[in-house]
Structure formats: structure tokens, C-alpha cells
């Protein structure tokens, strides 16, 4: 066993990304396979001193107490929810993410999301294809998106982004944090169903996490009610799934913009089904650039870290 403080790659990484912690950084991929898994642990775990992972896959409490001497958990990405962030606290481990970089590509899928939900630009494209407007049928009115108004959930670096693009398209902007925020020019709403209450389309942009399960819960569905629609760049834990497949059915919800799942890659199949419901795969961070920016701000983070102790980004 060597004593030389060891990367460990937990996950599938960008390419780019894993090719230079590979060449830089000498670090070894995690097995994805359980036996394989165990068997590498059992011989290596001690030597692991930083872990490198995305949101998709995460340090979770058991990997972080099979690892000893682990360090730091740099993460490819802003959410941390799928970390064991209490045990890190507890143990001295640091959290790095990758914060801002990601910020205009995640506020651009955000309004692209909601104007393709309330313009049908998804839903046109299928009706085109399909040959119904070569047939003589008549595509249906849409929901203008300039001039409504637009609830921000969660007004931090994406959510303030979302809300001056949508500003500049002349929507009404209202927000929820649990604190109201300084010197911004929208108005502050107490809570998630008050907020709801007073908008066309509620936007999710908090972070995940047990403090915000379900947060948008059946009530905010119904404070947001049958002309309301929900966009959710999030995490799908924000939102009660099964109350919002419920609403969407029965049209006591217009529709909605969802870039995040309860399971993902799993989406219920009832969602497949509405043609009110436009779906992402995750992608909101997706474009060459934010990604080399994130790989970029991660491999800063790991360099600073082995050579001083510290990152550039931690996790407050
Ligand atoms: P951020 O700057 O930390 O903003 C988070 C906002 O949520 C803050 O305004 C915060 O304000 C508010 N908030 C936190 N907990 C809350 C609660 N319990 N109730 C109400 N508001 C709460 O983070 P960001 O960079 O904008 O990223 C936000 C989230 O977007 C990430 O955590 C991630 O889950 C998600 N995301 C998704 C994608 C994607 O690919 N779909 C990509 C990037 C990020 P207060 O602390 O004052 O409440
Ligand atoms: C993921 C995200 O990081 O930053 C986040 O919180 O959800 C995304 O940017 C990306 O999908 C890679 O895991």
C-alpha cells in the first residue's frame, strides 16, 4: 500500500474531466460494481484522501465512513444533497462545489423551459411532425409570457439570473427565500403558497435536501391553481411529485417545465403521457462551456486543496 494521498473518482465524470485527474492527479475510479467495490475498499480505502463526484452520485454515509482519511469531497456541480454533509461537518471533511460558472447556462434552460411550456414550442414541433398542420388542423392559443408574472423560489445566484432575464422580457417578478434579499427590485412574498398565490409560473431554484423536501407541496399546487404552471431547475425532492402528476391530469395545474425528477432517470409514466408537461433530462448545467467551466473550477479546487488545504469554493 502506498502512502501517497490518493483522488478517488466515485462516478462517471465529464471525460475530460476523469482523463486529468487520471494524468495530473494519478486517481484511481471507484468500482461501480458492489463485490468489486468492497473488494477495492478492503485493500484501499485508508489511502483515499479527496473524493471527486457529481450530484448524480455523491459521497453518501456509508462510502464516507468506509474512507478513513478522506479530506475532501469536490463536487462537479452546486448541489450537495446527495453528500453526507453531516458527517463531513462532524469529521472535518471539506466540501467543495462549483458555483457560478453554472449559472447562466442553468437560468437560460430555465426560461427557455418556460417559454417552451407556456408557448407549446415543444408541443408545436410534435403537431408539425406529425402532419397535422400540412393536414389543415389548427395548432391551439398558448399562454403569453411577457407581462405575467413569474415566482421565484429561492432568489440566489440562479434564481436572481432567471428573474432579471424574465424581467427583461417584461414579467412581473415576485420571490421566496426564508430571508428577503437586499437591494433587489422584487417584491418579497412570507411564504411558498403566498408566493404561488400571486404568480402565473412558479420557478424552483433552492437547493435539495432534507430542510426543502417537498417544499412544493399540494397546497403551493393549489395556491398556484388550474391557470398556473411550475418550472422545476431544482432538484425533484423540492416537489411532491405525486400531488403534481395529480394536478397535471385532472387540469388543476396548466402545466409545467421539469429539468429534475423524485427518481431520476425515472419519470412516471403519466408524465409522459400529458402533452401540458415539457421534460428535460437533466440537463440545465449540459452546454460545452459550463461543463470545461465546472471541470475547470473543480481540478482549481483539487490543486489548491493538495497544495494548501484548502478550496476556493466550500460548501458553507
Ligand atoms: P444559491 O445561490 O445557494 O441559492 C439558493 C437559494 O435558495 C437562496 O436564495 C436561498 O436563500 C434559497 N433557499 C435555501 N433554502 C431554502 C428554503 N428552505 N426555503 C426557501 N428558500 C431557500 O444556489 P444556486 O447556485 O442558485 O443553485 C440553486 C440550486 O439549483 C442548487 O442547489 C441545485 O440544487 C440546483 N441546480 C440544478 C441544476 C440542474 O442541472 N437542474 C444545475 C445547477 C443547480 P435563503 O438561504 O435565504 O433561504
Ligand atoms: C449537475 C446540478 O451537477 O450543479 C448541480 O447541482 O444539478 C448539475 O449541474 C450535473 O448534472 C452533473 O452532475
Not at 3 to 20: E, F, K, W, Y
Not at 40 to 60: C, E, K, M, Q, S
Not at 163 to 178: K, T
Amino acid at each position: 500500500m502506498s502512502d501517497i494521498p490518493l483522488v478517488l473518482q466515485v462516478g462517471a465524470l465529464l471525460p475530460t474531466l476523469a482523463d486529468s485527474l487520471r494524468t495530473e492527479f494519478h486517481a484511481e475510479r471507484l468500482p461501480d460494481e458492489p463485490v468489486e467495490r468492497a473488494a477495492w475498499l478492503a485493500g484501499n480505502a485508508g489511502r483515499v484522501a479527496v473524493a471527486v463526484t457529481t450530484y448524480n452520485t455523491g459521497v453518501g454515509p456509508d462510502l464516507m465512513a468506509a474512507l478513513p482519511n478522506l479530506r475532501a469531497v469536490l463536487i462537479f456541480g452546486v448541489g450537495y444533497d446527495s453528500t453526507d454533509t453531516a458527517q463531513a461537518r462532524e469529521r472535518g471533511i471539506t466540501i467543495a462545489t462549483t458555483p457560478g460558472v453554472l449559472t447562466d447556462a442553468v437560468a437560460d434552460l430555465a426560461v427557455g423551459l418556460l417559454i417552451d411550456t407556456l408557448r407549446g414550442v415543444s408541443r408545436a414541433d410534435r403537431f408539425v411532425r406529425a402532419g397535422r398542420w400540412a393536414a389543415g388542423e389548427t395548432f391551439p392559443l398558448t399562454r403569453e409570457v411577457s407581462g405575467s408574472t413569474v415566482g421565484i423560489l429561492g432568489l440566489g445566484r440562479i434564481g436572481r439570473a432567471i428573474a432579471d432575464r424574465l424581467a427583461g422580457f417584461g414579467c412581473a417578478i415576485a420571490y421566496h427565500s426564508r430571508t428577503a434579499v437586499d437591494g433587489v427590485p422584487y417584491p418579497y412574498a412570507a411564504t411558498p403558497v403566498e408566493l404561488a398565490a400571486a404568480s402565473d409560473v412558479l420557478v424552483v431554484v433552492v437547493p435539495g435536501g432534507p430542510a426543502t423536501e417537498k417544499l412544493v407541496d399540494d397546497d403551493v399546487l393549489a395556491a398556484l391553481g388550474p391557470e398556473g404552471y411550475l418550472v422545476n431547475v431544482a432538484r425533484g425532492s423540492v416537489v411532491d411529485q405525486e400531488a403534481l402528476v395529480r394536478r397535471l391530469a385532472s387540469g388543476e395545474l396548466a402545466g409545467a417545465g421539469l429539468d429534475v425528477f423524485a427518481d431520476e432517470p425515472h419519470v412516471p409514466a403519466e408524465l409522459l403521457a400529458l402533452d401540458t408537461v415539457v421534460l428535460q433530462p437533466h440537463v440545465a448545467s449540459a452546454t460545452e462551456q459550463t461543463r470545461q467551466a465546472m471541470a475547470d473550477l473543480l481540478l482549481e479546487n483539487l490543486r489548491t486543496f493538495l497544495a494548501t488545504g484548502t478550496v476556493l469554493t466550500p460548501v458553507p
